[in-house]
């Protein structure tokens, strides 16, 4: 059985957004017991012209949702970008999961030639849905789950690859 755009894209997603909450979840409970306000971290930056932790957050569920929307032609659900705390972005990352679990596997099949238009303040790309989920959906997504990791991590969060990676275990968000 060949691998499908399908198993590349969606498990994967769900994975790293149960490591994403364990790591929000530890940044919450390292501002905690320091007396750190948790604005300190969700408005963290790695440097002045970048998009903070919240925004992160926002643009991982994007990418993994419009991954389903674009290649799956599933239809889409608005999320307004108004997180704000801890609970805000563990709400948009339960549902994300939640969207993607509704994605079914063959709602991809066959789509690896389909044609993805990518349309973004400086104009639209086209690519084939393979291209686009190896060239540009996944290095996104996982450019912004690694940009939130260093953000905790910068401002002191105990973490560490395994929390990155996850443990090895199957889990869902």
Excluded: C, W
Excluded at 86 to 111: C, W
Excluded at 113 to 142: C, H, M
Excluded at 144 to 155: P, W
Excluded at 158 to 165: F, H, I, R, T
């Amino acid at each position: 059985m060949s691998l499908s755009l399908y198993d590349v894209t969606v498990p994967v997603f769900l994975r790293s957004f149960a490591n994403l909450s364990e790591i929000l979840e530890k940044g919450r409970a390292f501002a905690d017991q320091n007396g750190m306000p948790h604005a300190d971290l969700l408005e963290a930056r790695l440097f002045p012209d970048m998009a903070p932790l919240t925004a992160q957050i926002q643009r991982a569920s994007d990418t993994a949702k419009f991954v389903a929307v674009r290649v799956g032609q599933v239809e889409t659900v608005a999320m307004e970008d108004d997180e704000a705390n801890f609970n805000d972005l563990q709400a948009r990352i339960a549902a994300t999961v939640a969207f993607l679990k509704t994605v079914p596997a063959h709602a991809m099949d066959g789509r690896e030639e389909a044609e993805v238009e990518l349309k973004t303040g400086q104009g639209s790309k086209t690519f084939t849905a393979r291209d686009y989920v190896l060239g540009f959906a996944i290095p996104n997504f996982f450019f912004h789950v690694t940009t939130a990791y260093a953000l905790l991590r910068h401002k002191g969060v105990p973490l560490g690859k395994l929390d990155y990676l996850g443990r090895g275990e199957e889990r869902s968000a």
